[in-house]
């Protein structure tokens, strides 16, 4: 079986440049997070959906950041302009709820802005 | 104070030793809890749950003190392969989960 999806692997960008993470959450599963992990502030929770509908964003920085789910099967992270800053680890990560043990990541989006 | 805290390491046990992690949570309304693990450069994945009565998957026991706001893991006869990163997972009550930065551990010969 599949598991989260996401593209790109890393990504290195100069600062200003546009920056889209993509994500494929497992089939069936209602629930998609998005997290970014730091060495300083540990895994935190950028935004979560549930059946495409964001529910929480608050964890969203600031206006740079961005996050849409247009339909089951498909989600996107921007951000613009990028600094460097945000270069982190960002997971994409899918469940059929929101108990906790359920809980599946992709393999992270590295990012780097220079 | 953070939601979710833990000793962030590392710890360096050598192979055979049992070594424990606490994770304090400050919301008392959470309900259920976790613990992850997470390999160098690789995505966390669920290690057990935490029960409230305690519960025990081969050499891994995971304990839950609500009175004192805390969960434990517990790892008996350390193996080189336990070498990661642990996180706590607290789902605090209100449709969120929140994880701990993480404790390291690092086993060594």
């Known amino acids: 079986d599949a598991g989260v999806i996401q593209s790109p692997r890393h990504e290195v960008t100069e600062m200003g440049q546009e920056v889209t993470l993509r994500c494929k959450p497992i089939?069936?599963?209602?629930?998609l997070f998005w997290y970014r992990q730091t060495m300083m502030r540990g895994l935190e929770l950028l935004i979560y959906?549930?059946?495409?509908?964001?529910?929480?964003d608050s964890g969203m920085p600031e206006d740079r950041f961005s996050a849409k789910m247009p339909n089951a099967s498909f989600s996107t992270l921007k951000i613009q302009p990028s600094e460097p800053r945000d270069s982190a680890v960002y997971f994409c990560a899918s469940s059929p709820d929101i108990s906790g043990n359920t809980i599946y990541f992709g393999e992270g989006s590295w990012l780097t802005v220079v | 104070r953070k939601e979710v805290e833990q000793d962030p390491g590392p710890f360096n046990v050598p192979e055979g030793a049992t070594v424990a992690f606490n994770c304090t949570y400050s919301?008392?309304?959470?309900?259920?809890f976790f613990w992850y693990r997470q390999d160098c450069r690789k995505e966390p994945k669920l290690l057990m749950s935490v029960y409230s009565s305690g519960n025990e998957d081969g050499r891994f026991t995971a304990q839950l003190n609500r009175a004192s706001q805390y969960i434990s893991l517990l790892i008996r006869d350390s193996k080189l392969s336990d070498s990661a990163t642990y996180l706590c997972v607290v789902n605090t009550g209100f449709q969120k989960l929140v994880f701990g930065t993480g404790t390291r551990l690092l086993v060594s010969p």
């Open positions: 089939s069936g599963h209602d629930y």
């Open positions: 919301n008392s309304a959470s309900q259920s």
């Open positions: 959906f549930n059946n495409n509908v964001p529910i929480d």
